[in-house]
């Protein structure tokens, strides 16, 4: 596919290629495939067989799992600049959860085969995927930390922060405005709570002038959020 800047800038924001230079960044670029899917479609499920990758253009798609009871386990949605499927496509394995696009997703793919191809002589794409695995092991083992020791305000504030820096990574101080495209419910199950609990917490949050909420944006207040985070 032809390379434009909107594309490189996409490839450059992704934290997965976030270390790669142009050179690198346009070479993967005219491996990607674009993909769409529509709200609601599912993308692959658990236990499929994977053989690529996705780079989110535009859109949200939730990754999640099933418990034996039938309970779906939500536990991290995929915007713009999100990698999801990374891991199946890597060591050839089983897809580790489901895949669902929660509205209208547009997407780019990479192929295993691209991908090896490119590793080959391009040494920077293998050392951004070990940093990208080696930095999700510590999210994960911070996000099971999180849902066993610390309060529910405490983890909602953290989920929001990480959101504004995503946006803002640079971000020490001031508001930033995010769009919280999802329910309560939908929130509740990716930090491990109820939805009520969630909405009590929410009311902290917000009467603490951590947040500010408008409809399904939500205005931070980064100072404040990591006072309630406990990241002071």
Same mark, same amino acid.
């Given at each position: 596919?032809?390379?434009?800047?909107?594309?490189?800038?996409?490839?450059?924001?992704?934290?997965?290629?976030?270390?790669?230079?142009?050179?690198?960044?346009?070479?993967?670029?005219?491996?990607?495939?674009?993909?769409?899917?529509?709200?609601?479609?599912?993308?692959?499920?658990?236990?499929?067989?994977?053989?690529?990758?996705?780079?989110?253009?535009?859109?949200?798609?939730?990754?999640?799992?099933?418990?034996?009871?039938?309970?779906?386990?939500?536990?991290?949605?995929?915007?713009?600049?999100?990698?999801?499927?990374?891991? %199946?496509?890597?060591?050839?394995?089983?897809?580790?959860?489901? %895949?669902?696009?929660?509205?209208?997703?547009?997407?780019?793919?990479?192929?295993?085969?691209?991908?090896?191809?490119?590793?080959?002589?391009?040494?920077?794409?293998?050392?951004?995927?070990?940093?990208?695995?080696?930095?999700?092991?510590?999210?994960?083992?911070?996000?099971?930390?999180?849902?066993?020791?610390?309060?529910?305000?405490?983890?909602?504030?953290?989920?929001?922060?990480?959101?504004?820096?995503?946006?803002?990574?640079?971000?020490?101080?001031?508001?930033?405005?995010?769009?919280?495209?999802?329910?309560?419910?939908?929130?509740?199950?990716?930090?491990?709570?109820?939805?009520?609990?969630?909405?009590?917490?929410?009311?902290?949050?917000?009467?603490?002038?951590?947040?500010?909420?408008?409809?399904?944006?939500?205005?931070?207040?980064?100072?404040?959020?990591?006072?309630? %985070?406990?990241?002071?």
């Amino acid at each position: 596919m032809a390379v434009n800047e909107k594309l490189l800038a996409l490839i450059e924001r992704a934290p997965l290629f976030e270390p790669l230079d142009e050179s690198d960044r346009r070479a993967l670029a005219q491996e990607m495939r674009p993909v769409s899917f529509d709200a609601g479609q599912v993308i692959f499920t658990r236990g499929d067989t994977g053989r690529e990758m996705y780079l989110v253009v535009d859109g949200r798609v939730r990754l999640s799992v099933l418990t034996a009871e039938g309970r779906e386990l939500s536990f991290a949605h995929a915007e713009g600049g999100a990698v999801f499927g990374e891991i %199946a496509m890597l060591d050839e394995g089983p897809r580790s959860a489901d %895949a669902t696009a929660v509205a209208k997703t547009d997407a780019l793919t990479l192929s295993r085969a691209a991908f090896m191809r490119l590793a080959e002589t391009r040494p920077h794409l293998v050392e951004a995927v070990v940093r990208f695995l080696c930095r999700r092991i510590r999210e994960a083992d911070q996000q099971l930390e999180a849902i066993a020791l610390c309060p529910i305000e405490v983890r909602l504030a953290r989920f929001f922060l990480a959101a504004a820096r995503q946006k803002d990574p640079d971000a020490i101080e001031g508001k930033i405005v995010i769009d919280l495209a999802m329910s309560q419910s939908e929130l509740a199950m990716l930090i491990g709570a109820s939805r009520p609990k969630v909405n009590t917490a929410l009311s902290l949050l917000e009467s603490g002038g951590a947040i500010t909420r408008k409809g399904t944006q939500l205005t931070c207040d980064i100072e404040e959020l990591c006072t309630a %985070a406990g990241l002071e």
